[in-house]
């Protein structure tokens, strides 16, 4: 049913040959594909997908289009399942779907028991690494395990619709051509509902475009705000990189995670060793709007505010002052209208349904949360971030192996008359921080 629906909107997807500060990897519909020499390839430069995941997929269409994708890619090293389960039933579960892969399928439980354990253990050394619970938490417990062996990793979400076998071959050739000097690949794609066909992507169109334009016009031309509008679709969950830059990223643990994964690589990594490369057209769960700032996209786009925020502090030194909030809201409004307007057309001559209403009010919902959380960053600016592995492994250097370990356990044999055992980790002192090793 999912793959007659994505037919039924498939359309011939052919992007302009514009370049910018970001390289980007277009798709002009006139390459074939290779299956054949990326298995060769993915033989010879190790490689791990980590697709996260929550069990409630195991029951939804998507994720057996995407294990049956997969399994034509007998030349992965590893397919790291990073699952939040209820049980160990449901792990069970897990490992029997994606059995008879042609390829080792690691299923790491990320809230079982002896994850949880080893992790609490860690506070021993001055280290939070034990949540929140979420897709950042995790990517960062999946990167631990995947590059033990991995040179390079790739991520995709568990719920894409559309999924392909361009989708890894496109992403994961340009790294796995070292000659090349890659370091991140970052995806973008046409956000289209297969039911509909209507424009989805509404926290990048909406919000996330209108705020970076509108902070350029109140703070110039700034460096970081220019690396981030050259990303067309900068909060995509799809991307991969070499090990190498992966251990040496702090991992944000809110719904800033993919702007938070770029301003990471900012710091890492020369902009000649990033590109971007569409994968066409794309379709997975969509969120709603929300009815308080607290819920649906609107708490993403607060937790994306503030996280961009944050980067132009990290990077450039600035922010929002006081008395440029005003200037911030109304420019963003007016932006947002313009855009507003420009998909409008764009739908229109495509002939796709377009709800201009709807596109209105969450621009307006939007511009809302400007102020508040300005104010609310000006008063807590420091973010939960989990660590780099780079800076783990300084403090203990088998924890990598542990977790691995321990997400691989179904339960822990705790005596009721005794405490959980700690894991003792060299060495056992507050590890002072240490600077990452630059990936260029």
Known sequence: MEQSLANCCRIDHRMDFQQGLIATIHDYGLGKLDLTDFRRQLRQRPTALLIPCLMEEF???????IKGVLAELSGLQELVIALAADNSDEVATAEAFFSGMPFPVRVHWTNGPAVAELLQS?????LDVTGPPGKGWAVWQGLGVACRNAEIVGLFDADIRTFSSAYPERMLRPLLDSSLG???????????SLETQSLQGRATRLFVDPLLTSLEQVLGPVPYLRYLQSFRYPLAGEFAFTRDLAMNLRIPSDWGLEIGLLSEVYRHVAPRRIAQVDLGVFDHKHKTLGDTPSEGLQRMAGEIFATVLRGLMEH????????????????????????IQQFGLDSGINRL?????????????????LRPKVEELMAAPIAHQLPSWSRL??????????????????????APSRTPRVHHHRPLMACPPRRPKAAA
């Open 353 to 369: 349904p377009y709800n201009r209403h709807s596109e209105e009010l969450a621009v307006q919902s939007f511009a809302t949360l």
């Open 59 to 65: 029951s939804r269409p998507a994720l057996g289009l």
């Open 182 to 192: 890659l370091a991140y690949v970052k995806a973008f794609y046409s956000r289209l």
């Open 316 to 339: 450039e030194g600035q922010t929002v002052s006081p008395d440029q909030i005003p200037t911030l809201e109304v420019l963003f409004r007016r932006v947002g209208e313009d855009r």
């Open 122 to 126: 860690m506070q021993t050394l001055g």
């Open 393 to 414: 492994l300084g403090c203990t250097e088998r924890l990598q192996t542990d977790l691995a370990e321990a997400g691989q356990k179904r339960s822990i044999a705790i």
